[in-house]
């Protein structure tokens, strides 16, 4: 399979607990998303990547979260000290010199 | 700050019908619009997309139309099939160089056989 994937795919953790979720984006893409989606919503964007350097955070970012991308090549996000208003599904997203962004399966993250 | 509104919230139709749902945008500067289909539990597929440059793009049963100067545009589904039934979000590039995408709030489609 040669689209986006992230790993891993469901996560189940209890507030407080830090969580990792990893982004392996299309090979040779060099823009990375990320977005969080919840229930009956759509995306919404978190964090955007070129190349290795993380060029754009959103205001929804706290500072609970953070990403990187070494390498230029996978991405993880942290979630530290998680809340149960973190739950959520964990989207990530790779896209070439188009604009045109391909998506991975999504981390759905349960904080209870 | 920049929005993007999608109508409606749910759209049920008979097979063979057609299908419209509408999305409009307020930041001028955004020049790229796909569109997503997202069935449950899985990840958004992009289905069709339109450039600022373009009016209209059609792909077998599926069409976009845009009214920049009315900053709207719509997907059209002809001759709706069973399958055809997700959520759908409309999305527009945010001008800058991220291109990141400001999604609408999705509509779920329902084709009824």
């Known amino acids: 399979d040669t689209g986006v994937s992230q790993d891993p795919r469901h996560k189940i953790t209890k507030r407080g607990q830090n969580v990792t979720f990893r982004c392996d984006p299309i090979?040779?893409?060099?823009?990375l998303y990320w977005y969080r989606q919840t229930l009956g919503q759509g995306p919404e964007f978190l964090t955007y990547?070129?190349?290795?350097?993380?060029?754009?955070k959103s205001r929804l970012l706290s500072d609970r979260f953070s990403a990187e991308r070494p390498k230029g090549s996978f991405s993880t996000l942290e979630i530290q000290r998680t809340e149960q208003g973190d739950s959520a599904m964990y989207l990530c997203?790779?896209?070439?010199?188009?604009?045109?962004?391909?998506f991975g399966p999504g981390t759905r993250l349960t904080v209870l | 700050g920049e929005n993007v509104e999608q109508h409606p919230s749910t759209l049920s139709v008979q097979e063979g019908d057609s299908a419209v749902i509408k999305c409009t945008y307020s930041d001028s500067a955004s020049n790229y619009f796909p569109w997503y289909k997202q069935e449950l539990g899985k990840r958004p597929q992009l289905i069709i997309d339109i450039r600022s440059n373009v009016g209209e793009k059609k792909d077998q049963r599926i069409a976009v139309t845009l009214n920049k100067t009315a900053k709207h545009f719509s997907l059209h589904i002809t001759e709706t099939q069973p399958e055809d039934s997700a959520v759908y979000f409309c999305a527009a590039s945010v001008g800058g160089a991220t291109n990141k995408l400001i999604f609408g709030t999705g509509t779920l489609l329902a084709v009824q056989p």
């Open positions: 990547f070129q190349n290795e350097a993380q060029l754009e």
């Open positions: 997203a790779s896209s070439s010199r188009s604009d045109t962004q391909y």
């Open positions: 090979s040779e893409h060099n823009r």
